[in-house]
């Protein structure tokens, strides 16, 4: 499986206790079971933290959803229309007027 990357804030739900637990506190050895998409269980294999360093953010917007998810500008996603980035996404919103987009504040 590839890696993915979180910012340390990212709260997930633990399949082991139903409580959300955040990236920053996972186990650097691994070990926890998260609830992942679709009801599925990922295992977490190991946390590893990387050093500071500057990378553009863009802020999305989910239909229903108050709060915003900010993702890096080349983090891959799935859209309904295929796989994009985080900035296509983002500049696809703002094109739309749907008040994704620019850098978190």
């Not at 009801?39 to 190991?46: C, F, N, P, R």
């Not at 917007?61 to 891959?76: K, L, M, S, T």
């Not at 229309?81 to 504040?105: D, F, K, M, V, Y």
Request: overall charge positive; glycine content about 16%; charged content about 20%.
């Amino acid at each position: 499986h590839a890696p993915h990357y979180f910012l340390p804030d990212t709260a997930f739900r633990s399949a082991e206790t139903g409580g959300f637990v955040r990236a920053i506190e996972l186990r650097r050895t691994g070990g926890e079971r998260l609830c992942g998409p679709h009801g599925q269980e990922a295992q977490v294999t190991h946390r590893v933290v990387h050093p500071v360093a500057r990378r553009g953010l863009v802020r999305l917007r989910v239909e229903g959803v108050q709060d915003a998810v900010v993702v890096a500008e080349d983090h891959p996603l799935l859209a309904r229309s295929g796989a994009r980035t985080g900035l296509e996404i983002a500049n696809a919103q703002l094109l739309r007027g749907g008040g994704g987009g620019g850098a978190p504040q």
